[in-house]
């Protein structure tokens, strides 16, 4: 739309000359605007929902105790068994420490025989106590 065909006049005319055009609401007015806070009443309650989590976590730890049970009947079979071959195992470690020993003594006797007064297998320190040798060699250097 022209200025002339608003103004129903050729040219152009003042600003203040034109007819008042302002906007408006519409007849009836404008539909109601909804700005309260609705929320839907969707989903668990808060009680369903702390029974739910309180009922996996129950379960849950329902089943670490049966795990544990399970486990520690494992872990006593298996120091049982332990427990029941240890003779076997302690006479055949002692079987091979006196083998190794006499190794060992003759070993000695061989090296010092030049040395006057001493004698073979002879504790050299004055404890008064016989210990094993804490590794499984009697001496790893001579062999």
Do not use: C, H
């Not at 009836?28 to 909804?34: E, I, K, N, T």
């Not at 079979?77 to 427990?83: Q, S």
């Not at 006479?91 to 004698?119: N, S, T």
């Amino acid at each position: 739309m022209t200025e002339a065909s608003i103004r129903n006049k050729p040219g152009m005319a003042s600003v203040k000359d034109m007819p008042l055009l302002q906007d408006g609401p519409p007849p009836g007015g404008f539909a109601p605007v909804r700005f309260a806070r609705r929320i839907p009443n969707k989903g668990p309650s808060a009680i369903a929902i702390f029974l739910a989590t309180f009922g996996a976590f129950s379960w849950g730890m329902y089943q670490v105790g049966k795990g544990n049970k399970i486990r520690r009947a494992l872990k006593e079979e298996k120091y049982a068994a332990r427990r029941a071959i240890l003779p076997t195992l302690q006479a055949e470690e002692d079987e091979r420490f006196v083998k190794e020993w006499k190794k060992y003594l003759e070993e000695e006797a061989r090296i010092m025989k030049d040395v006057p007064g001493w004698k073979v297998g002879e504790n050299v320190y004055n404890s008064g106590r016989w210990m094993p040798p804490a590794t499984g060699e009697l001496r790893p250097d001579i062999w």
